[in-house]
């Protein structure tokens, strides 16, 4: 079987660089010499922040386990994280607005970095602080960065359409390349060098450092609104309205979490899946194999953004269904393939048709990433941007810390059953967006500043 797994990652490879080799004109953006500058100093910046991320994921389980905590104290650690992001996430993600996106991806920086610190006791309180820090980082990560890039791109004056490239490219990066490098990387540090569990998060640190200095050296500040008469709460209220009165912003935070949330459950469920009887699976070689799968996601997009048609909101429901397809395999294998009783050896049949769905699925999250980044641009009001994007993981972070608690409680089908039924269901609100974009436009959202939250309070 292990031939298995070679086939299907060097089948990908080969589709993933004859997308790239066979790009004409249609599938390329023309674009100035400024911009390629400011964009590969993006893509700099992010694939460093992204492998500071990536070098510490396979590694944090297996931290925590060596030193000796029960699978339900690092249930807790692991809530512990989710929970800081969902509660100080929109916090700093206001202040983000207020007191500039460049100062927050510095914060992001120094805060990972003292997360990756904290690795190194083995006292059950300082792990958790480093949780509830990654935590904050990690909302920090996936706002404040894509914040800036927008604010900024629109402040030089280039063109909307070159935006989607940077999105594009910034995923093909840092959510493929650097992935599998840092996976690669890191098993060289702790197993060929044997370094220990806690080498990635040193290696994350120094990655980490160097993207701040870049940052600090490169990159200009900018706002969302920074107006001195607005408090938080004001804030949390302007952003609150305009999800209320624009429903395309509430359509997009929907079709947010519901993805998101199948996909971080989809991390915890992959490993069950395929071993369900203790089979002997090349973990790290799975995750690189998906992770091409997600560059070939990426690829894809590219090209499609890279067009006028069909539209983001468009090819965006026909992803949804497939990803939501291929989260079915587990059911229907489970369903007409008698499951093996002998324990251990290599992956089942089963195992195989269900890699194959998963890795399907991976490449719709490639996909998903630049798609989702291009409709947030064009939806989200600038003042309340990161505010925004951190409502949009309020939900998210709840249904993962339900998930993690109750991991246990239902069986492996009923989860993906669940992940399914949710993103057949944004597909279904994604068809709604299309639908409202399509119509001529009458009223669209108000811009913050212009807007009065005192005597136009929120409406439900």
């Known amino acids: 079987m292990e031939v298995f797994y070679y086939v299907v990652f060097g089948v990908l490879g080969i589709v993933v660089a004859a997308l790239e080799l066979s790009k004409n004109n249609k599938d390329r953006i023309n674009t100035s010499s400024a911009f390629t500058s400011f964009k590969n100093n993006y893509l700099v910046v992010y694939s460093l922040m992204m492998a500071g991320d990536w070098l510490q994921g396979p590694y944090v389980y297996y931290l925590y386990s060596t030193y000796g905590f029960s699978k339900g104290e690092i249930g807790q650690l692991f809530i512990a994280g989710f929970g800081s992001s969902m509660l100080f996430g929109t916090i700093v993600g206001s202040l983000a607005d207020k007191q500039g996106r460049k100062r927050a991806c510095v914060t992001y920086c120094i805060t990972y970095i003292l997360s990756c610190i904290t690795k190194h006791s083995p006292q059950y309180k300082v792990l958790m602080v480093g949780r509830v820090l990654g935590g904050i980082a990690t909302s920090l990560l996936f706002s404040s960065f894509e914040s800036w890039l927008v604010a900024e791109h629109n402040k030089r004056g280039f063109e909307q359409q070159w935006l989607s490239l940077t999105f594009s490219k910034a995923v093909f990066f840092g959510n493929g390349l650097v992935a599998i490098i840092a996976g690669l990387f890191g098993n060289l540090l702790v ?38 008469n607005k408090d938080l709460i004001t804030q949390f209220r302007g952003a609150a309205v305009a999800i209320a009165s624009d429903e395309k912003i509430a359509l997009l935070g929907a079709i947010q ?15 069950p899946a395929l071993s369900p009887n203790d089979e002997e699976i090349p973990h790290g070689f799975i995750f690189a194999t998906f992770m091409l799968a997600s560059m070939l996601g990426s690829s894809l997009a590219s090209r499609l953004l890279a067009r006028s048609s069909p539209k983001v909101e468009s090819y965006m429901q026909i992803v949804f269904l497939v990803s939501a397809a291929s989260l079915l395999l587990p059911i229907i294998m489970a369903s007409f393939v ?48 990161s505010t925004i994007m951190n409502f949009f993981r309020i939900p998210l972070n709840i249904f993962v810390c339900v998930v993690l608690y109750n991991v246990n409680a239902f069986p492996i089908t009923v989860m993906f059953g669940m992940c399914s039924i949710f993103l057949f269901v944004a597909s279904l609100l994604q068809r709604r967006l299309m639908l409202i974009v399509d119509k001529p436009k009458a009223n669209d959202w108000t811009p913050l500043n212009e807007r009065n939250t005192e005597e136009d309070p929120l409406n439900i």
Not at 194 to 222: K, Q, R, T, Y
Not at 257 to 271: A, I, Q
Not at 342 to 370: M, R
């Open 338 to 385: 008698a499951p093996s009783k002998v324990k251990g050896g290599g992956i089942s049949f089963s195992g195989c048709f269900q890699l194959l769905g998963f890795c399907i699925f991976e490449a719709c999250v490639g996909l998903f990433w630049p798609s989702i980044m291009k409709m947030r641009s064009q939806y989200i009001p600038e003042e309340a941007r």
């Open 257 to 271: 979490s519901l993805f998101e949330g199948s996909m971080y459950t989809f991390v915890f469920l992959w490993t």
């Open 191 to 228: 197993h060929s060098f044997a370094l220990g569990p806690v080498a990635p998060f040193d290696a994350a640190a120094c990655f980490l450092a160097i993207g701040m200095a870049v940052i600090l050296s490169s990159w200009s500040e900018n706002y969302g609104d920074p107006s001195d």
